[in-house]
Structures are given as C-alpha cells and as structure tokens.
C-alpha cells in the first residue's frame, strides 16, 4: 500500500427534491450563472425548469448554453468559452450527464486560464498547457455513469482529427453536486444500463491494474461494484424506483472520485482503448465500454491473474482454486453478466467493421503512449498487438 494525500472538496447534496435548492447553493459564487446543459427534451424540461425556476428565486441572472452534445466537441466547448466571456458570468452550473459536467470544467477552466480547450488535454507527443485556475462549478448530474460530479477530470473530443482526449485538474473540481434522485427517473433503459457498465470499469480498471495492493481499497470497490449490480436490476426493472437511481447515482459518483483507489493507483486501459472508439463513431461512452470489455479482460487474464482472480472470487463467486484459471473465468463471468441485462453487444450489432482498427491502435499509441514511446499502461505495458487483438476479438 502506497502513502496518499486523498480530499472530496465537492459538497455533495442528496436527495429527492434537492434540485430545487439550486438558487440557494449557488448564492455564494456569484450572480451571473452560465447554465450548460444539452438541448431541450420536452421529456426532461421539467429538470431545466425547476433549475431556472429555482436560480430565478435566488435572484441570479442566467445565460443559458444549450449546445453540448454527447462526446462533448472541443469546437463547442470553445464557443461556450467565448459566450461565458461575452456575457460576464461568474461561475457556471453543470446540468447534465458525464458529457455535459466535463465540458462545462473545460469552460469554467479555459475561459479563466485563456487559449483553446483542446490545448488542455493530455497527448502524448506534446506537453498540455496548464490552467491557472477555475470559475467556480456547480454540478447536477442527470445520468448516473462518469462521475464527474466530484473529479478533476473531462473528456472532450476533437472531431475534425477525431481525437479524444482528457485532462485532470484541481481547480475544476466542482464546488457543489447536487444529486437528486427524481432527476434520473426519466433515462431510458439503455442508457441506464450504458451507464453502469462504465461506472463497473471506473472500478476494476485501477483494482486490475495496480501494481501496488491495499484491502481498504479494494474492499470499498467491491462494495461499490455489488452495490451497481444490485441497483441497476432493480432500476431496469422499474426506472421510477428512487431508492435504486439514487444508489446507483452515488456509486458512480463515488467510483470515480479516488476513495476506490486509497492505497494503489493503476491506469486505465479500457478507457485508453474505448475513447477512439466513440472519438471515430460517437457512440456512447458506455456503449463503447460494453463492446470492448470482455475482450479486455479475456486477453489480460494471464497478466495480472492474482487481482483478476480476486474479483472472480468475491465479486462472480468463481470458485477455481488456481488463480489463472479463475482469472480466466472473469470475462465469461462478465459476460453472463451483461447478458443478464441485454447488454452483451459487439461492433457488428452497430455495424463497425474492422476497417478503422489499424487507424485507431496508431491513435491510441501515439496518444497514449508513454512507455518506451510505443506502449500505453494497462495491466501489462499494452503494445500495438494487444490493443488489436482486443478490438478484433469484440467485432
């Protein structure tokens, strides 16, 4: 177990109703909200409605962007900059899903730090410009998934090279998150269950991967993982149970905000792997992660096989004394598992073929590539094979 320095800045507000609280919690940051959210859904206006409705009261003026859409694009949140800047905002409030939160930190951040938000993010053939702070944000997950409600980090994507890419910083972390279990009543199914696979990789990515162990660790990320397994059946089964959304809200929330790593960090291959995969074809990041999993697992089984083993065993029950073979025994277990929930889907049910593979490997490693310069980090230093015979073994 390694020393760490670990702090949740964000006020974490939770609970049915909460959302109408807005106006109050943002009082401290301003008086000048820039609202970023997606385009309208009459489905879910009533969010955006108790939100405006609720700033309003406060006495907050509002400039709404509405423009961010899912794989949030480095050119929109670049206009987002310039419109925050015109209209003289003070901080910014985030409603929305993973998508939404991460552009509106690239915001809050380029727009006080200056340049172009794709200037931010991490490539491994050039040094990233760093912030030199952050307007304040205040956060309203909508989908329960990245997590990015309580992290320094954003994803955005850069459409016109096709890149995407991430950033962390401590002044983007948001203030305030506000998770209100009404809110998620309306995500469809699918999304839902896109959702939860990616919130189940934030936790084994770094419990597989790290070279370092600790119990205390790994004892909060199963807990989160069975948590997620256990909610989500009980979310697709019925999308107005409260109790459900608002566990699995908090599970993605907390699985991505470093208390599942206290101890051992790792990386995070799978995400590596499946940012050039909707940075090509903008599928959803989850989707993404659904295709690609059990292919990952089925290939790395052998690298780390004491820590595959050790969540075979406590979280899928494998009962296999030898630790390769129940390591080899997760992807099937995994995949029994997607199919429980009508999730286990390849390339070919959204026809992608092959014929962007070799594109998106030279990407991946030219991106990503930090050891001897033709190696991404994973659970073994992933080589131009490995991230081939992954991609091929998920068509």
Known sequence: MHN???????????????????????????????????????KRAWILDTALSSLKAAGIEVTIFDCIEPNPRAETVDQGVQLFLESGCEFVVALGGGSVIDAAKYISATAFSGGSAWDYVILA?????????????????????AGSEANAGGVITNWKTKEKSFSRSPYRIPKVAIVDPEVFVTVPRDITADGSVDIFCHLIEHYLTSPDASEIADRITEGLILTTMEYLDRALKDGSDLEARGQLALCALLGWSGIQALGRMGTIPIHFIEHQISGHYDISHGRGMVIILPAYLNHFADARPERWAKLARRIFNVKEDDDLQAARALGGAVVKWLESIDMHVTFSDHKIDSSKFDQMTDDIIRMYGTLDGNKVPGPRPMGRDDIMAILNASL
Not at 133 to 139: D, E, H, K, S, W
């Open 125 to 145: 053939e050039r040094a990233a410009k760093e912030y030199t702070g952050a307007y304040p944000i205040v956060a309203v997950p909508t989908v329960s998934a």
């Open 4 to 42: 760490f320095e670990w702090n949740l800045p964000t006020k974490i507000v939770y609970g049915k109703g909460e959302l109408s609280r807005l106006g109050e919690l943002c009082n401290e940051y301003g008086r000048k909200a820039f609202l970023a959210t997606y385009r309208r859904s009459e």
